[in-house]
């Protein structure tokens, strides 16, 4: 970064935060600051454009679905808003509190690793039964077939090219069913969050005594640590160790979450934008601010840096994780990769939370 | 009274147990020894039936073979709450009850046998080929040891190449099972272990060293973990020398991670929600639910510091809950109720799947639309996430179970 550019970069983000203060009232304690500007500036945003991605995707498929005849075109058409309504999910997967643990919701999205071929053993079986291809009666099956990855294998997989095919109502029938129900899951989480809603915003954000989930200050940004250990655990053993094999073991690249589609490292890179997002809040007062009022200047940037990192190296791959990742190209960037994530772990695991004097719990605690 | 006597006097009613040198570090050590003792004795006895079943396969002895295995699971699922604040444990329990399997490593499968894509091992079959080629390589397999099992657990670094453990011992001995979510457990015939020209399905006598050596391989792995805990057992002297709150620490995690991620997530809300047989913990006895519900009891165990042995003795010493009762009664109140809730709703189960009429094992719980399955389910589920909330409330109120102490890495 040349000093000219890391000049405009302190400039625009001291603004950002003035403007910030100005708009959201700086009489306010840092840490009920923290809470409103990471709902405002990441949450939210978040959640609306899955939302907008998940009706565009449904719209689209619907329209698809209605031709009578489908070309290769509409496919690959469907398959980007396919793609961008995935891109969606990957920007809230890793918000693990609120509206998306009722029932569930996240496993009617996506069903992954799925060692053993669920989804295409079950949509299949799905598509040749007995009975209609109707949204109940997929909403009543098991949630492997439900959403995003269904809709991969049937977008990707061998059904892609029935769908385009003189037989491939029956799955397009899937596809639509499927395309509904995750706008469905996207509405109900918005829904969910919304001040205008069921507002689950309102409860994180106002922590106290006579609140069951958040009892005090230190609970709401608890959930929050524990959220961002959560993401970056995913990424880290999840979608890299296990699949690639990079603690011992072979890669296995079938367990890469988006394999069907090649899509696995721009997940990485998503994930990794709104992780950070919701540690600065979009430089706002997020939890790089409270770290700073808290007088913890030099863990609040280092960790800024690290995410930089992580991210310019998920960046620099080049090509698809499920072609690439053993080139000899790539191996410096993966090693940098997964370096930093166990270092960002390490932060987010012991220093944040031993310096704002917060514990985690078990799920944040698990698999080090 | 002087003052400092009422004290002294106070202090002697409650301190009975250190009067005898007891705390929370004696009774971890007394239950865990204990706990691996039962598993190995009837480890044991398990091979002492797998021996009269090799020496004269029959219905019969085929059907105490996997009586003394339904058994061997008893103390086996109880013990497991000591596996997740130890890494010691953690690293040496994959050879015991890694799950789920890709049982085509080991034997025969069906035509529609689904394994873990991308696995090497999946169908290689040991029992079947005295020699295996893999990518260019010969394995000599001729003599199936102990050795040559481990060789493989975990072959090409794949978790689902379980080649040891109670789970390979199950499928030798029932077979897979073949009815999805209906009603039947695996139906492996006795004759697969006959050497004559009754043999069944071919390769008997090398199924019958398979089986042999695999149990061999158990209760070897069971005596080093029983030493472990013996004076002198490094697992002995950690949790001599640890200080009663790091104790105490450990038996928070491992009771948080064992309720939440391990059995009320992937045993039973992962089969749940994707209704996977594949994913069903003793999928080819269906002994599940009883796997589950002494989960549940070995937590509960190591919560009130009491474990009744195999043999109907009952162990036992100063709690967690005891030392927690003392510095947060109505957390520790609220957590023994909890975790009283978790037993009864695994032992719901336990009831549904033994019933004499109507028996529903959990692979027909999990079926798609069997609503009486799920709500059974679900209510263990939801009991194992009170328990952890209560116990998460519990460690908070005394200063416990942060990732900083030196149990939980």
């Known amino acids: 970064m040349t000093g000219k550019n890391a000049m405009t970069h302190t400039f625009s983000r001291v603004s950002l935060s003035l403007a910030f203060c100005f708009l959201a009232a700086c009489g306010k304690a840092p840490e009920q600051q923290l809470l409103d500007a990471t709902g405002s500036e990441a949450i939210l945003p978040l959640h609306e454009k899955f939302l907008a991605e998940s009706l565009s995707l449904s719209q689209n498929t619907s329209a698809f679905c209605a031709q009578n005849s489908r070309s290769a075109e509409d496919l690959a058409a469907l398959r980007d808003r396919w793609v961008a309504a995935m891109n969606g999910w990957e920007g809230i997967q890793s918000i693990q509190f609120g509206p998306v643990t009722d029932d569930n919701q996240a496993w009617k999205v996506q069903f992954w690793p799925d060692r053993k071929n669920l989804i295409a053993r079950k949509t299949e079986q799905f598509v040749i039964g007995d009975e209609a291809i109707t949204l109940p009666a997929l909403q009543d099956s098991s949630v492997v077939i439900q959403g995003l990855s269904a809709m991969e294998y049937l977008l990707y997989d061998k059904p892609a090219a029935k769908l385009i095919g003189p037989d491939g109502q029956g799955y397009c029938d899937h596809l639509n069913a499927a395309a509904s129900n995750l706008q469905q899951v996207a509405d109900f989480l918005h829904e969910g969050w919304h001040p205008s809603g069921k507002n689950y915003l309102g409860t994180w954000q106002s922590p106290g005594p006579d609140n069951l989930d958040y009892p005090d200050e230190n609970a709401a940004i608890g959930a929050l640590i524990e959220t961002i250990v959560y993401g970056l655990e995913r990424i880290k053993r999840d979608k890299l160790q296990r699949p690639l094999g990079l603690e011992g073991g072979q890669a296995n690249t079938f367990l890469l979450e988006w394999w069907r589609s090649q899509q696995s490292r721009e997940a990485i890179l998503i994930n990794l934008h709104s992780l950070q997002l919701l540690y600065s809040a979009g430089n706002g007062a997020g939890l790089n601010e409270l770290l700073q009022a808290r007088g913890a200047t030099e863990l609040s940037d280092t960790v800024t840096t690290q995410f930089d990192r992580a991210i310019s190296a998920i960046a620099s791959l080049e090509g698809s994780l499920e072609q690439n990742h053993a080139k000899a190209a790539n191996a410096e960037s993966l090693e940098t990769l997964y370096a930093t994530l166990t270092d960002l772990l390490a932060a987010f695991k012991r220093e944040i939370p031993s310096t704002l004097g917060i514990t985690l719990g078990f799920n944040a605690n698990d698999g080090d | ?409």
């Open chain 2, 1 to 409: 009274m002087p003052v400092f006597l009422r004290f002294f006097a106070l202090v002697l009613l409650f301190s009975a147990s250190l009067v005898r040198g007891e705390n929370l570090n004696t009774t971890y050590i007394t239950l865990a020894s204990a706990v691996y003792e039962d598993s190995l004795i009837s480890a044991r006895d398990l091979q002492s039936h797998i021996d009269a079943l090799l020496a004269q396969p029959s219905p019969k002895t085929l059907s105490a073979a996997r009586d003394a295995w339904r058994k061997a699971r008893v103390p086996y699922q109880q013990s497991e709450t000591f596996r997740f604040a130890n890494p010691e444990i953690d690293d040496w329990e994959g050879a015991l009850n890694a799950w789920p399997l890709d049982e085509g490593l080991i034997d025969y499968v069906s035509d529609d046998y689904f394994h873990e894509m991308g696995n090497l091992g999946a169908q290689l079959n040991i029992i079947a080929n005295p020699t295996i080629q893999l990518a260019g390589q010969e394995i000599d397999a001729r003599e199936i040891s102990p050795e040559l099992i481990q060789s493989f657990h975990e072959f090409a670094g794949s978790e689902a190449n379980v080649a040891s453990g109670y789970h390979a011992i199950e499928f030798l001995l029932w077979g897979q099972d073949l009815n999805g979510t209906q009603a039947g457990a695996g139906e492996r015939p006795y004759t697969d272990f006959v050497v004559d020209d009754n043999c069944s399905n071919g390769h008997c006598e090398r199924r019958r060293q398979y089986l042999k050596a695999v149990t061999t391989l158990l209760v070897s792995d069971l005596e080093a973990m029983v030493a472990r805990w013996q004076a002198g057992g490094d697992l002995h002297k950690k949790y001599s020398t640890m200080s009663e709150e790091a104790v105490a620490n450990s038996i928070v995690f491992s009771i948080g991670s064992l309720s939440l991620g391990e059995l009320a997530g992937e045993r039973m809300k992962v089969p749940l929600e994707a209704n996977s047989t594949e994913d069903e913990h003793d999928c080819f006895s269906d002994n599940t639910h009883w796997s589950h519900y002494y989960n549940a009891l070995g937590m509960q165990n190591l919560f009130t510091g009491q474990y009744q042995r195999i043999n109907g003795d009952s162990v036992g010493g100063p709690s967690l809950a005891d030392f927690a009762r003392k510095r947060a009664p109505e957390a520790t109140e609220h957590l023994r109720r909890a975790m009283n809730v978790s037993v009864e709703k695994t032992q719901a189960l336990v009831k549904a799947a033994e019933h004499k009429i109507k028996p529903m094992k959990f692979d027909q719980m999990i079926a798609e639309g069997n609503r009486e399955g799920r709500a059974l389910v679900m209510n263990a589920i939801d009991a194992l996430v009170a328990q952890t909330t209560a116990l998460e409330d519990l460690a908070r109120t005394l200063g416990l179970g942060s990732e900083n102490s030196d149990a939980s890495h």
